[in-house]
């Protein structure tokens, strides 16, 4: 469920009318609404209530300042994955205790701005990245708290570019190797364990995988446990997946999933973590394009939006689909149109989608994507020299931009010409 509806013909964020903002900032733009974000972060909260647990919202779905401090107003923790996504979490006033590190490639510098400023946990990869954590906490004389992530080698059924718990896949340490693992780090004397780590991939649809999963990590707390290590904490990462079309897809609600984990690990008394990211942004955010161009093909019709693959690349870069509906609601019996749907970049790559039916529109009209609260804004890019675009926030029937449209001179100004050349 999300707050954008059509209300008096034309669409609307919770309050605040899409044309409006619109016309203050216009298009293309990124507008995100901040009941879908309470709600959704909320659903999960409540599906772990009873269980001692920390949601750690998966920060890189969508990292704005007002995001994350919305969010973590709420009390949510932060799942972080750079030395950037840190400064954010804690420039939006969240604190160390509640952020989480994860991440395959952390440098020394980031474990030392993590261990200065404050953290709960670093959820570490692998034996190399131990030891340099070692180093950087003994440096610094204290004791970095972490969870070894582990590879559980499940089939996480999604998008090859983004299931990550594969043996083949670069994260975390086979689970079969663990105890040796958990073994080396106990003895080390700059880490201290504190629980087990591990997140099989994104955009899941079916608990099946996270069950196998879980269950695993479950077997693997027995085991480490035995051999005298203080497991008292488990995150259990993100993945949860979203319905990004209104029919035939309708993934398991946090509810369920909450159930899943109580009945895989609930028994073990420890404390619970899960970062998910793309559940709590993913509906809670649109991108609004304006329509530049409609173009008749041989045998198609294009669509040509003022929003390209640069703004949004998931289209791109793993065939997703997103809704895209008209900004003015169509009539009850409005005239169909099938478009290809297409941005102004100079790659066949910049298409959003081919022959899809919807309402026609016309040059001048306005499109919003569905869905791109997610892995939308975060993912921009200046190609073809296009500025990032704006993200607005809407609450109630109040609006404010959260990051402003760089002017092309301050895009400009940030290239320097050697005083050689
Ligand atoms: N935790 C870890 C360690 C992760 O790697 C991820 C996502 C999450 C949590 C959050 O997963 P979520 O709940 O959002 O599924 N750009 C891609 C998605 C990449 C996900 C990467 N890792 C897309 O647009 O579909």
Redesign the pocket.
Known sequence: MDHFLYRNGELYAEDVAIAEIAAEVGTPFYCYSAATLERHYRLFDEALEGTEHLVCY?M??ASNLAIVKLLGGLGAGM?V?SGGEYARARAAGVPGERIVF??VGKTRAEMRTALEGGIRQF?VESEPEMEALNAVALELGVKAPIAV?VNPDVDAKT?A??A?GKSENK?GIPIARAREVYRQAAAMEGLEVVGIDV?I????TDLEPFRQAYQKVAELTDALRADGHDIRRLDL?????IPYTRSNEVPPLPSDYGALIRETVGHLGCEIEI??????AGNAGILVAGVIYVKSGEGRDFLILDAAMNDLI?PA??D?HHDIVPVKEPHAGAEGARYDIVGPVCETGDTFARGRDMAAVEAGDMVAFRSAG??GAV?ASEYNSRPLIPEVLVRGDQFAVIRARPTLEEMLNRDSIPAWL
Do not use: C, W
Not at 201 to 204: P, R
Not at 237 to 241: A, S
Not at 275 to 280: A, F
């Open positions: 998966a890189k779905a799942d994955v994860s991440g959820n992530r998008h570019k983004i990550t994260f997140h991939g994104s955009q899941l990462g993100g993945g949860l997946g970062e998910p990211g793309r559940l709590v998931r870069m793993y997703a997610a892995y993912m």
